[in-house]
Structures are given as structure tokens and as C-alpha cells.
């Protein structure tokens, strides 16, 4: 495939000609024809296929050079009527420089975007702005760009504050900026118009050309040649080696060559694989049509001309050029926003930029991405044309989506992705909204694309073929879009505004209609289902609708006009979403407890059920924002509040809820798993806000509005428990109703699901407009529930919490209210734990607990009251009162249905054989009953009188039932309960209750006692009834307590006879007590293990404390103590050279073979430093890893090796846990054993001992560096046996096993190679030097930085360090048994001879450089602890020099 070079040489006749071109000539030939156009035309069509495509090679500096000068010269000679670098440096020298940074993204370049000025997430500025400006300093997130975005720094609508950085301050003096056009004279302006319209225009024809063979009129060349090339497009279907493969086959070409095609393919969007005659590439062409052609559409190839192709690339080069103009002058920018926006003959859609946009599906990636730079560099740097051309984009705007629907390339390379330029300025989407009504246009032309119904006109996703499902994804971007434009809620509203938005809900109400009920699910009887049904999809679209939801309504919250009319809209709309929905609805009428009401048959276990209910969810988002915003007060005449049907409000949402219960109930197992998945993302976090916490809202206003008892037994029928509760000796029949247990199991799951649902509906009040709360009262209750299951990280916590549509959860403004945060331990992350204050808020039935977090957090708030010593009770919290529209609400805890069921439950737990209740069930009646009673005491406190309250919750659980069946009241259930053995785990709960009730009682005493109220015949028999229950109470009250007293009695006489029997053994053991409690307390104050009568040095040195140390591996979780015989554990270690102490950066780098590291130069002009994470894991884990890293990174295709964090080629790796930056390893090694005080020497014994061991290095020394023979002779003479320990000869057992052994050579080889930038080599002798060097510096650096911060020494070392440094100085005192042994102890004699010879040099050495004290001192303190027996007094010098 390769040509000869030769092909490539420009021809001679084009040198020639080149001689004797002149651009200047050019240009003035220009300036007197008539028509331009033609001419410039001609010369294009002239040479721009003798620079472009001549060969199969291609040739960029050669074409560009000669482009430059034959083509692009002229045209700007022509513009400036000068010569262009004197002409265009006068346009830059007048220019007014835009206050818009502008600044063009690339692939992979970081942006910032401030957390707290941003108007929404898509404000980001580059790294320069983001530098110069206020938000260094704010919270600000940190991400890396796809491509074609640019920096906003100096646009005012992105900003809330700081929109300017240092560069882009505009300058107070050009406060009212004049036309820049003004600068410019009226023959320049001409000109510039002229020249701009030519090139534009032939770009454009040329990029959008779609003919093969053929040229547009007046570029036909002189002399056509017969060359063709096979022109190869990008695809987003195939994959690369299906490419190489195919091209391999096609045009004969080796592998190498075939990845450098498809590399350029997949980069620009096309290339060419053969040059040649039209046949010659024909073939090319119908090899890879046919090899790609058998699983889908085939490679898109053409066989193009040479001369079309030259002129394209022209094209591009042209638009460049005009981009790099204008960049010289905003006059120009705007000249060439005029020349792109005028309109053409043809009118509608015919300026060049509509051309350019409705044709962009049709170009190449290479020729998108430069037209798409050259928009954003000129139209939206402009506000005025910015604007005009979102007009046009809006007006185009379901056509260009259409085509992306049919485009296979990603939305980064489509002209819609422009959108986010656009949408995203808020004064321009409320332009678009009025003027082009764009909301409306886009969720119109989302709805086009979803075509797919079922007959009801419902979406329909389980029969998607693969082609709908590939555009279903494509289609989400419109939700994107939409999204962008609703953003930014409107401060002011007019008239058209409110108009256009209405109609835009309108729309959105009609998509909403489409979901409403589809996906809907039936119960599986008998058989499992067969095949898993589509569900993702729905859910997809929910998900990707959340925050479009959210941000409708929060549109609708700032105007009171527009919130009226939406909420009519929307009960429209559910009214006739209910017309359709007909399935086994039969009218009934239910009966309970003297109230009876009309509803509907309808079983959740029989019927269709649908999960998906966005208009009833939406209504009820306006129902709360009625509250919020005291509309439905201040207006209630214009609210349709008398139209509602409550049962019809609350029966969808309840049939959700029914289905979940049963779904926990085990009742719908034959369903398979997609069931199971759509439960848990109704309840996800991705998700409740409006789904699951929109449908409780929803039964909370339909319940309102009803008659709780009603209310209650809709509830029950729905539930399929209205049998259990309604039969009048329920309390008794329930227990021999059924013997089946699955059946059992499964009512008992309802119930509690049931009563679970009450608490809900009653007790969730933190959502504003639903109870009197601010809106942070909402995520700290969130937070609060959280931190009531464990301690959690911040990020654990920003996962638990909702996001909003700017990505933000609220939390970082509330959690210093609830939690106080804990630094990083040993674990390696710090941890938020809930304050003391807050725990009385906690709610073992919270709303958004599963069923394990419900479990973890009971166990956690016990465990945390055992240890106060507290009582075991965990009574619901006390509640916001609701808001007016929600305030009856309350009167659902006093009906007499509910009383009814808590005192059925009560009395099947007062019969523990019956079998058919559970301890969840009882555990939630209560709770109920702790609710009633909470609400009661509330509202006694906040009410001035007696008789201003209406909720007497007491009275209605103390009284008994009616005739004929005279049950037992619910508080005599209670009393009775209190002592049930059966029942010993509520007996806090239930005292806790009974309290309460006194409580209350005495309550209403004190305040009936300072007001006269007249009593009533039915006063006066309550208070008979309360009189005689007062009294039932009293008498088993001094029964239990007499049983109390005559229990301790007996156990009191029990352990008194015992001690009588076993008198001698109890003596011995009080003899024990008291003789380890002496000794102990002799040790306490003994001044040994006193930390202020330690001793470090000298005679009485004290004995450390041996620490048995424990670890835990990361990677494969197992303990493993520290032992110098066990499996090595090491630490993530990286080790690099530094010059950060350097005194002297300009020192020559030393020649790293021959250079000896022992003695470092005081300018430390480098060093190696040694960091750690301080994560821990055993030697075998992380070498599986290693090598898991190294083959992952061979098996990574070559064009996805994109530049990364980390060189696996250069031994570097992450961390597995925390992802830290390594290169290699430390071994953790246990200390050193000292000895005891007792053992040092005295001072006749340590000069002898010291006299030994100099003349033994001496010894040593010569022996090394042989001298004269007679020096040898006269020092033989003097030499006296050494110990043991220090003969030449001696050779130490290594203490250590095998693994720990090769992970000292492995983090000693690492330390040399990274210090000295050589080969690693583990026989090196300077191998132990550049450790010990190492393990110094780093000591040193980390002393520095604490006295920069003036922290004392070892005092505020975090944990990772702390482990460095211990592991670093063990190492340096172990690394001796992995290195040679005569190496390690001449390098010693060397370093001590320094310190103790007077002239700072041993004998026979020449004179050192000066020496870094300090760090000589640590290394001879890193490294001394030579062998084990080599512990005389000049060893321990160590202690002194540091």
C-alpha cells in the first residue's frame, strides 16, 4: 500500500508556477474584476487540486504550506488591502477584546464549575479562568470535558456572582461599548463581506456535496486526471476488528497498516484505504461492502474523484481559516455572522448556517467538528447573533433531531448538542418558549418518536425490535433539552409567557396520559411466568423525567396564576385517565364499626396493576404546592376543591402501595425477578421523590378530604383484610380462620404492611406544604436516619440523599446541625456520627427504611440505649403539626375503625397459642398507640383550654367496647399485656405507653382544675368509666408490686444460704479480689509504666512495650499479626525523586553509574522521598493484583490506550481501595526487641567494649583496603580478639521468612532505580545506601512541613504517614538481609568514621565534600541496626545523633 516518496514530490510544473505567483498580484486582479465570485471560483478550481490528493500518502505540511500561499495569501491580501501581517495586526491593535472567554474544550481537558455561583451544572470555566477567579476559593466540582463545549467565564446569566475573572474584568471606562464595526471602513467592510460570503459559501457547497464524480459549476479543473479514491466512512456499528479485518481483505494492506486506517476512521470520520483508476478502488469498495454486509447494514465507502476530494479538504482548511481570522477582530466575527445568517433566494431555511445545520447527518465527524468550532467561535460569542441563531435552531429544531434519530454517530459530533449553548441561558429559553414555543416542540417531538401503543394509547416497550430500541436511547437527549431550558425558574411572568408554558404542560400532560398506567402487571397463579418482561425502559423514562417533573412544578410554585391553572389541568387529566381504567371495578358498600361507605371491588391479586401513575403523582406535587404557597386558602374559589373525588385520588396510588405489600408478602413470586426490580426502584433513591413519596402524598390529601373511618376501610378492602377486621367477634375468630400457614404468613405480612402505611400517612409530615416545616427540615431528617444505622462517610451519605436538578443534595448546608464529623483512623476515611441531641428524633419506622436498614437501625438506637442505660423503648418522635389543608389528617389515630383493629391485634397477642399474629404487627399497633398519644400531648401544650382540643385519643382507647360484645378497652389490653411473659421485648414500650397516659390524664386535670366547665351527662359518664378504670388499674398495680416483694425475698434468702454452704470458697475468692486489685493498682502508680518516667537513653533505660499488632488485607479481608516468621504484609508505597528542600536546582544531575549516594551534599540538591497510603495488604494479594493490572493493560486494544494516571510499564499501579498513585511496596515489620535496663554496661566495661569494637572496624577497614606491610605488621601487634559479633567472618542468621525477604528486595531494588534513574539491580551495593537515604529524607521533609505548621514532632502525624515512617525505619534497620553483607558493614564504617575521626575522613580516605549532618545522623539512625548481636555502645550512637 505504501507509495514511493516520489508520488508525494510536488510536481515541477507547480514549483514553477509557484515562482512565479504573487499573492499580492492576486488580490489587486481581484479588487478590479466585477464579478468576484467567478474569479475567485477560477483560481480555486485551478490549484487547489494541484496541492490536495495527488497520491496515496498524504502529505499535511507540504499541502498546508502551499494552501497558505497560493490560496489563503490572496484572499487575506484582498481583505486587508495591505499586507496581511501589517493589516491584520492593525484589526487586532483596535480591537475591543470580548469579555467572553470562549475558550473551545478538548476531549479530556479539565473544567470547574462552581457549586455555589453556578446557575446550573452546565457553567464550567478552563483552568486559567477558574484560577483567576472567585470560586478557587468556593465549593467547586472538578470534571473533564467530552469535546465541544466552551468556557463561560464573563457571561453574567451563568454566574450568580464573580462572572468575571482577573483576564476578563471589563474594563469601567468602556462602559457603553460602541459598534465595533465602527473601527472599520466602508471599502474594508466590502471587502470583508465579499470574501467571507465566496469562502463560506464554497465550504459549505463542498462539504454538503454529495456527487462522486462531479464538482459544483465553476470548479470544474482545467485538466481533469483519471484518479479516484475509495473513501472509507465512520460508523458507530461496527467494531474495530470487524474494520481491520475487512480492510485486510480488501485492499491487501498488513495489520499495522489496517489499525492506522480504522484509528483515523474512528478519529476524523473518514479515510481513504486505495488510490487509483475508478476500477482499481471499485473492487476495494465491493470487498468491504460484502464483508460487512452479513450481520447489518455494510460500511458506508465511496468511490470518490481526487479533485472532489481536494476541494473538500480545502473546505475544511478554508473554515479554519476564517475562524483564525476572525479571532483578530470582533468587526470581523460580526461581518461573517451577517455573511452565514442572510437569507438566500430561496427564503425559509436558506441562509448558509440552516444549510449547514439541516445537512449535518450528511457530513463526515471531521467536517462537523470544524463547522461546529466555527459556530461557537463566532455566532455564540455574539449575543445579538447568538441569538438569532437560536431562533433558527429552534425553528429547526424537530428536523434536526429527526435526523439524529436516523444519524449513527453520538450526539457529541450532531449539531443538537449545540442545544446546551442555547437552552441553558435562561433570557433566551424564555425567548424561545414565547416566541417559537419551543417547550411545546420539544416534548411534541419526544412523543412522535415513542410510537409504539397499546390499544388504551399507552407506551408500549416490551415488543421494542432492536432498531426502536436504538432510538428510544437516542431520544432521551430531548428530555436533555428540555431540562436545559427549564433550569432556570422566571423571576417575572407576562402574559405570553404563562401562556405558552400552559401549553407546554398541556403537552407534557398528554406524554404523562401515554405512561399512566403502563407496563401493567397481573398476579401468576400456578405457573412461573415464562419470560421475563421489558421493564427497563419505563423506568428509564421515569428516571430521566424526575427532575422535569420537579422543575415543572418548582415553574409553577413562583407564579399563583399559573399554579391554578396546571392544577386544573392536571385533575383534568387524571379525570379522564380514570375513564379508562374499568377493570373489575363493581360498586360495594363496606360496613365497620357503625360507619359504612360506597366504593369499588377491586382486588390487586386478581386485576391489572400498574406501577406507573405520573399524572396522579404530578397532581399531588400541586396539591402540596397549594398549601406551600396558601393559595388554596387565599383563592379557594378558583380551585375546583369541591369537584375532587377523594376515592378517586387515592385509589391508584393505594393499588401501588397494596402491590408492594403483597410483593414483600411473597404473594406475587410466580412474577420473576422484573417485578422485584420495579419494587426496588419505586423505593430507590433515583426514584421516590416522584414516585413512592408522591403517592403517599396523594393518599394523604385524598385521606383529608374523607371520613377517616372511610378512609380506613377503603384501605382494608384494597388490602384484601376487610374480611379479617369486619366480622363483629373478629378478635376471636381470626385465630381459627385458617390452618394454612402460607396463607397465614402472608395476611400477617398485609397487616403489618397496613398498619405500616398508617403510620405513613399520619406521621409524614416533613415535606412543606404537608406539615409547618422549612424546607432543610426534610434532608436533616433524611441525614438523621441515616446516621441512626451507622456512622457514615460523606459520600455514603451524598448516595442515601436525593439529588437535585443541578446535582446537588442540600446536605453540606444542615449536616453540621445533626452530625459531627470524626477525623480518619485506621480505616483511612473520616466519618459523620449523629450528634446526642438529634437521636430523639429517630423513627424506627421512617418512610424511605428498607426492611435491613429498618433492622440495623433498631439494633443500633438499642445497642446505643443499653449502653446509657437507658429502657429499651424506642416511642415514635414527637411531629411538626400539618398544615391547614392536611390537619385532619390526625383524626385517622382516634376513628373508631382503627381502634377497632390495634384492639383486635391487642387481643389475638393477650393469646400467645393462637399463633396468627406476629411481633412486627404488635410492635406497629404500638407505635400507632405512642403516635395518638404524642399528638394529644402536643396539642394539650399549644392549646390554651381544655376544651379547645378535639383530639381526646385517651378517652376513645380507655373506653370499652358496646353491647353486646363489651370487649376490653385497648387500655386494659395493655395492662394486661404489661405482664405477659411471652411479650418480655415490649414491656419498655408498653410502660412507656402507660406513663404517657397518666401523663396526659394529669394534663387534663391541671387544666379542667383552673377553668369552670359545665359537665354534661356524658361527661359525667366518662369520667364513671375512667373512675373505674383508675381503680381496676390501682388494684393490679399493688398485686404486682406484692409479687415484686415477695420474689426478691426469696432471692434474697437463696443467696444467703448459699454463701452460708460455700463459706471458705467465698472467702478465697474475696482474698483474690483484693490481692489482684492491690497489685494493679501498685502497677498503676509503679514509675515504670509512668509515661513521665520513661527513660530513652542511658542505664535505666526503660523496656518498651511489646504490641501485639494485627492487620487487616484489603483485598482479601483476613487478619494476619505481625511476625517476623509469618506471610509478608506491605504497604502501597510510591517512591520518587524530589528536589523540594533543594538549595541549588541548578547543580548538573550526577552520572548515575558512577555516582555514591553514601554522603549527601549539604544544598540537598535532590533526594528520594518514600509516601504511602498507609492501605496494608499481604504480599501474594498484591502481586495477583500487580500482574492483573499488567495483563488488563496488555489485553487493552491499541486505540484505546489513551493516556492514563499511572505507567503499569514503569511498575506504577492504584491503590485497590483508595486508588493512590504507587510504584511499589514496603513490608510491615514487627520492632525490635530492646533490652533491658538492667543489662547496660558500666563505664569500665563500655570503654572496653568500645576500645573492641573500633579496633575490630579498623581490622575490618584494612582488610578492605590493603596498606603498607608494615602498618599491617605493627598493627597485628596491637590487635586483640574481637567479640564474636564483630568478627570479618561473622555471618548473622536472617530472622525473617522468605516472602519478607523478597518484598525487602523488591521495595530496595524500587528505591534505587527511582533514586539513582538506572536499571534496577538488586546486587548493587548502593542499594541499601539509597533505602537508608530515603527513609532520612523523608523523615526530614515530614519535620519540615510540621514546623512550617508548627506542629510538634510525631504529634500530629495522620495515620498513613505514621505507618510510612514505623515501616521505613524498621525497613532501613532489616534491609541488611537482603544485601550484602561486607557491602552493608563498610558502608557503616565509612558513615561512622565521619563522625568520630577528627579530620571527618577515615585514615586513607581522601576528604569528603561537606556533609549534610542532620541527614547523615538519620541515616546512620535509619540504618544502624545492623545484625542482631552487633549491639555495643557505638552502634547505639543513633540515639545521640538524632
Known amino acids: 500500500m505504501a507509495a514511493a516518496e516520489s508520488d508525494r514530490e510536488v510536481p515541477s510544473a507547480l514549483c514553477t508556477e509557484f515562482l512565479n505567483f504573487s499573492a499580492k498580484d492576486t488580490a489587486s486582479k481581484w479588487l478590479q474584476v466585477t464579478d468576484l465570485y467567478k474569479e475567485v471560483y477560477q483560481h480555486l478550481a485551478r490549484y487547489v487540486p494541484k496541492i490536495y490528493c495527488l497520491g496515496p500518502n498524504l502529505n499535511p505540511q507540504s499541502e498546508d504550506l502551499l494552501a497558505q500561499l497560493l490560496l489563503q495569501a490572496p484572499l487575506e491580501w484582498y481583505l486587508c488591502g495591505e499586507d496581511p501581517s501589517t493589516g491584520l495586526a492593525k484589526l487586532e491593535q483596535n480591537n475591543q477584546p470580548s469579555q467572553l472567554c470562549g475558550h473551545v474544550f478538548r476531549v479530556g481537558e479539565p473544567t470547574y464549575s462552581c457549586r455555589e455561583c453556578a446557575a446550573d451544572p452546565t457553567c464550567v470555566l478552563c483552568m486559567q479562568c477558574f484560577l483567576g477567579s472567585v470560586h478557587k476559593e468556593h465549593r467547586y466540582r472538578m470534571t473533564t470535558s467530552g469535546g465541544g463545549g466552551f468556557c463561560d467565564c464573563g457571561d453574567t446569566e451563568a454566574w450568580k456572582k464573580g462572572p468575571y475573572c482577573q483576564k476578563h474584568e471589563p474594563n469601567i471606562s468602556d462602559s457603553c461599548q460602541e459598534d465595533p464595526l465602527a473601527h472599520l471602513s466602508t471599502d474594508m467592510i466590502a471587502r470583508c463581506y465579499n470574501v467571507f460570503a465566496i469562502v463560506l459559501k464554497y465550504a459549505v457547497d463542498m462539504l454538503t456535496w454529495d456527487k462522486e464524480d462531479e464538482l459544483p459549476p465553476g470548479l470544474e479543473p482545467p485538466d481533469r486526471g483519471d484518479t479516484y479514491y475509495c473513501m472509507l466512512f465512520n460508523d458507530e456499528v461496527h467494531t474495530y476488528e470487524q474494520v481491520i479485518y475487512t480492510l485486510q481483505k480488501a485492499v491487501n494492506c498488513t495489520q499495522k497498516e489496517a489499525v492506522s486506517f480504522a484509528t483515523t476512521v474512528d478519529r476524523d470520520g473518514r479515510k481513504s484505504v486505495r488510490f487509483g483508476d475508478f476500477a482499481f478502488c471499485e473492487q476495494a469498495k465491493s470487498v468491504i461492502v460484502r464483508n460487512t454486509s452479513r450481520q447489518s447494514k455494510p460500511l458506508r465507502v465511496q468511490v470518490m474523484h481526487s479533485s472532489v476530494v481536494a476541494h473538500q479538504c480545502f473546505a475544511l482548511k478554508a473554515l479554519h481559516w476564517l475562524g483564525h481570522v476572525i479571532g483578530y477582530s470582533d468587526a470581523l466575527r460580526r461581518i461573517l455572522c451577517q455573511v452565514g445568517l442572510e437569507r438566500g433566494p430561496e427564503g425559509e431555511n436558506s441562509s448558509l448556517v440552516d444549510t449547514l445545520m439541516l445537512c449535518d447527518s450528511k457530513m463526515w465527524k471531521g467536517a462537523r467538528n470544524v463547522y461546529h468550532q466555527l459556530f461557537m467561535s463566532s455566532l455564540l460569542m455574539d449575543l445579538k447573533y447568538k441569538k438569532l441563531f437560536a431562533i433558527q435552531f429552534a425553528k429547526n429544531y424537530r428536523r434536526l433531531q429527526t435526523d439524529f434519530m436516523e444519524d449513527d454517530h453520538e450526539r457529541v459530533v450532531s449539531v443538537t448538542s449545540l442545544s446546551v449553548q442555547l437552552f441553558t441561558v435562561p433570557t433566551m429559553a424564555r425567548m424561545l418558549i414565547t416566541e417559537e414555543n419551543l417547550m411545546t416542540t420539544i416534548i411534541r417531538t419526544f412523543v412522535d418518536h415513542l410510537r409504539h401503543r397499546d390499544l388504551q394509547g399507552r407506551f408500549q416497550f416490551e415488543r421494542y425490535t432492536a432498531q426502536q430500541a436504538f432510538k428510544f436511547r437516542r431520544v432521551q437527549s430531548l428530555i436533555g433539552d428540555l431540562k436545559y431550558v427549564l433550569i432556570s425558574r422566571p423571576t417575572e411572568w407576562s402574559d405570553q409567557l404563562r401562556e405558552k408554558f400552559l401549553e407546554g404542560l398541556d403537552t407534557f400532560l398528554e406524554l404523562f396520559k401515554c405512561m399512566q398506567g403502563m407496563d401493567p402487571v397481573v398476579r401468576q397463579v400456578g405457573q412461573h411466568i415464562e419470560m421475563e418482561p421489558e421493564w427497563e425502559a419505563a423506568f428509564t423514562l421515569q428516571m430521566k423525567l424526575t427532575h422535569i417533573i420537579s422543575m415543572m412544578q418548582e415553574w409553577c410554585a413562583t407564579d399563583e396564576r399559573v399554579l391554578i391553572e396546571a392544577y386544573k389541568k392536571c385533575l383534568t387529566a387524571l379525570t379522564h385517565c380514570h375513564s379508562g381504567f374499568t377493570d373489575g371495578e363493581q360498586p360495594i358498600t363496606l360496613s365497620m364499626c357503625g360507619h359504612s361507605v360506597d366504593t369499588i371491588r377491586y382486588c390487586v391479586s386478581q386485576e391489572k396493576v400498574s406501577i406507573h401513575l405520573p399524572v396522579s403523582r404530578l397532581l399531588a406535587g400541586l396539591h402540596v404546592l397549594l398549601s406551600k404557597m396558601e393559595v388554596a386558602y387565599r383563592f379557594p374559589e378558583q380551585l375546583p376543591l369541591s369537584e375532587l373525588s377523594p376515592p378517586m385520588l387515592i385509589e391508584h396510588p393505594l393499588r401501588c402501595l397494596v402491590l408492594c405489600a403483597q410483593v414483600h408478602a411473597g404473594m406475587w413470586r410466580r412474577n420473576g425477578f422484573s417485578l422485584v426490580n420495579q419494587i426496588y426502584y419505586y423505593h430507590n433513591v433515583k426514584c421516590r421523590v416522584e414516585m413512592f413519596d408522591k403517592d403517599l402524598i396523594m393518599l394523604q390529601a385524598g385521606a383529608s378530604m374523607m371520613d377517616p373511618n372511610h378512609f380506613l376501610m377503603i384501605v382494608l378492602s384494597r388490602f384484601e383484610l376487610y374480611h379479617i377486621f369486619s366480622s363483629a367477634d373478629c378478635r376471636k375468630s381470626y385465630n381459627r380462620e385458617n390452618t394454612n400457614k402460607d396463607v397465614v404468613q402472608q395476611n400477617n405480612t398485609l397487616i403489618e404492611e397496613m398498619l405500616h402505611l398508617i403510620m405513613m ?626 558502608h557503616y564504617i565509612r558513615l561512622v568514621a565521619v563522625t568520630l575521626t577528627p579530620n571527618g575522613s577515615p585514615q586513607g580516605q581522601g576528604s569528603h565534600p561537606p556533609l549534610k549532618l542532620v541527614h547523615l545522623s538519620k541515616c546512620i539512625s535509619a540504618g544502624m541496626d545492623v545484625p542482631p548481636g552487633q549491639k555495643g555502645t557505638v552502634w547505639r550512637c543513633r540515639c545521640v545523633l538524632c
Open 761 to 1386: 400517612v399520619v406521621g409524614e409530615r416533613f415535606e412543606a406544604g404537608v406539615g409547618q416545616v422549612e424546607g432543610c427540615d426534610e434532608i436533616k431528617r433524611e441525614i438523621i436516619h441515616q446516621l441512626c444505622i451507622r456512622p457514615m462517610a460523606h459520600s455514603e451519605l451524598v448516595k442515601a440523599l436525593p439529588e437535585n436538578e443541578n446535582k446537588e443534595t442540600g446536605m453540606e448546608r444542615v449536616i453540621d446541625c445533626v452530625a459531627s464529623f470524626k477525623k480518619p483512623g485506621v480505616t483511612g476515611r473520616g466519618l459523620y456520627e449523629l450528634r446526642p441531641e438529634c437521636a430523639k428524633q429517630f423513627n424506627l419506622y421512617f418512610h424511605h427504611y428498607s426492611r435491613a436498614d429498618q433492622s440495623k437501625a433498631e439494633e443500633a438506637q438499642r445497642k446505643l440505649k443499653r449502653q446509657n442505660g437507658e429502657d429499651m423503648a424506642l416511642p415514635p418522635p414527637m411531629l411538626p403539626p400539618f398544615s391547614p389543608l392536611f390537619a385532619s389528617l390526625v383524626n385517622i389515630l382516634q376513628c373508631d375503625v382503627l381502634l377497632g383493629m390495634l384492639g383486635a391485634v391487642l387481643q389475638w397477642a393477650v393469646e400467645p397459642s393462637g399463633g396468627h399474629w406476629s411481633e412486627s404487627m404488635l410492635q406497629r399497633v404500638l407505635h400507632l398507640i405512642g403516635m395518638g398519644l404524642l399528638e394529644e400531648q402536643q396539642q394539650l401544650k399549644n392549646s390554651s383550654e381544655d376544651h379547645d382540643v378535639s383530639f381526646n385519643f385517651t378517652l376513645k382507647i380507655s373506653r370499652p367496647g358496646e353491647a353486646p360484645s363489651n370487649t376490653a378497652s385497648v387500655l386494659a389490653l395493655l395492662e394486661n399485656l404489661q405482664n405477659a411473659p411471652h411479650l418480655e421485648v415490649h414491656k419498655d414500650m408498653i410502660r412507656w405507653i402507660l406513663k404517657m397516659v397518666a401523663s396526659i390524664k394529669t394534663m387534663r386535670e391541671l387544666t379542667a382544675s383552673t377553668y369552670t366547665v359545665t359537665a354534661s351527662g356524658s361527661h359525667g359518664q366518662e369520667e364513671m368509666v375512667c373512675d373505674k378504670d383508675k381503680a381496676e388499674r390501682k388494684r393490679k398495680a399493688e398485686m404486682a408490686r406484692l409479687r415484686r416483694e415477695k420474689i426478691m425475698a426469696q432471692m434474697s434468702e437463696m443467696q444467703r444460704h448459699f454463701i452460708n454452704e460455700n463459706k471458705e470458697l467465698f472467702k478465697q475468692s474475696l482474698e483474690e479480689l483484693y490481692a489482684s486489685a492491690s497489685t494493679s493498682t501498685s502497677l498503676e502508680h509503679s514509675p515504670t509504666s509512668s509515661d513521665a518516667a520513661l527513660v530513652c537513653v542511658g542505664p535505666r533505660r526503660s523496656r518498651p512495650r511489646e504490641k501485639r499488632q494485627v492487620v487487616t488485607c484489603i483485598l482479601c479481608q483476613e487478619e494476619q499479626e505481625i511476625r517476623a516468621d509469618s506471610k509478608a504484609m506491605v504497604l502501597a508505597a510510591f517512591v520518587q525523586r524530589s528536589t523540594v528542600m533543594s538549595k541549588n536546582r541548578k547543580r548538573p544531575p550526577h552520572d548515575p553509574e558512577h555516582y555514591d549516594p553514601l554522603f549527601m551534599h549539604p544544598d540537598l540538591s535532590f533526594g528520594t522521598h518514600t509516601g504511602s497510603c498507609g492501605h496494608i495488604m499481604h504480599s501474594h494479594c498484591w502481586q495477583r493484583y500487580f500482574e492483573a493490572v499488567q495483563a488488563k493493560e496488555q489485553r487493552r486494544q491499541q486505540r484505546l490506550r489513551v493516556h492514563t494516571s499511572y505507567d503499569v510499564g514503569n511498575g506504577e499501579f492504584l491503590c485497590p481501595l483508595c486508588e493512590c498513585l504507587s510504584n511499589t511496596v514496603i513490608p510491615l515489620l514487627p520492632g525490635t526487641k530492646g533490652s533491658n535496663g538492667c543489662e547496660q554496661p558500666g563505664l569500665g566495661q563500655w570503654l572496653k567494649i568500645s576500645g573492641q569494637q573500633i579496633k575490630a572496624m579498623h581490622s575490618a577497614h584494612r582488610k578492605l583496603h590493603p596498606v603498607s606491610v608494615d602498618a599491617v605488621e605493627e598493627t597485628v601487634e596491637e590487635q586483640c580478639p574481637a567479640p564474636e559479633s564483630f568478627r570479618i567472618d561473622y555471618t548473622p542468621m536472617s530472622p525473617y521468612s522468605s516472602t519478607i525477604k523478597e518484598m525487602l528486595t523488591t521495595f530496595g531494588t524500587a528505591t534505587y532505580k527511582v533514586g539513582l534513574k538506572v536499571h534496577p539491580n538488586e546486587q548493587d551495593p548502593r542499594v541499601p545506601i539509597m533505602c537508608w537515604g530515603s527513609c532520612a529524607y523523608t523523615i526530614q521533609s515530614i519535620e519540615r512541613l510540621l514546623v512550617d505548621e508548627e506542629k510538634p514532632l510525631f504529634g500530629s502525624l495522620p495515620c498513613r504517614q505514621d505507618d510510612c515512617l514505623s515501616s521505613l525505619a524498621r525497613f532501613g534497620s532489616a534491609c541488611w538481609t537482603a544485601a550484602s553483607q561486607p557491602s552493608v558493614q563498610g
